[in-house]
């Protein structure tokens, strides 16, 4: 099993920064790709970036160019550096890991979700 904590979401003003943080832990080794997603009431779960094993990353077209997501393996944790954010990324983020169990097959994990709440 997989276990990721978000931290590091908040209030901020529009314009102002945030970097999220999302600790794995358990059979941590395991992990392939991860990423950020993000969920407001009433709606889907979005991909906001994702980000494989040897540093590949992808982005919402939303977010290109302010977000920069990156991954220390030694660490286990993987980052979403916000910047230049905006009322409408307010959002619960969710940090996701896809990993491989004893039988070779693939799992996911999620966090419990970190609050973020930007301010115009």
């Known amino acids: 099993q997989v276990q990721l904590v978000e931290s590091g979401g908040g209030l901020v003003q529009a314009g102002g920064s945030l970097r999220l943080s999302c600790a794995a832990s358990g059979s941590a080794s395991s992990i392939n790709d991860m990423g950020w997603y993000r969920q407001t009431p009433g709606k889907q779960r979005d991909m906001v970036a994702t980000?494989?094993?040897?540093?590949?990353?992808a982005y919402a077209d939303s977010v290109k160019g302010r977000f920069t997501i990156s991954r220390d393996n030694a660490k286990n944790t993987m980052y979403l550096q916000m910047n230049s954010l905006k009322p409408e990324d307010t959002a619960v983020y969710y940090c996701?890991?896809?990993?491989?169990?004893?039988?070779?097959?693939?799992?996911?994990?999620w966090g419990q979700g970190t609050q973020v709440t930007v301010s115009s």
């Open positions: 996701n890991a896809a990993w491989k169990n004893a039988l070779g097959w693939v799992r996911y994990s």
């Open positions: 980000i494989t094993t040897s540093g590949t990353t």
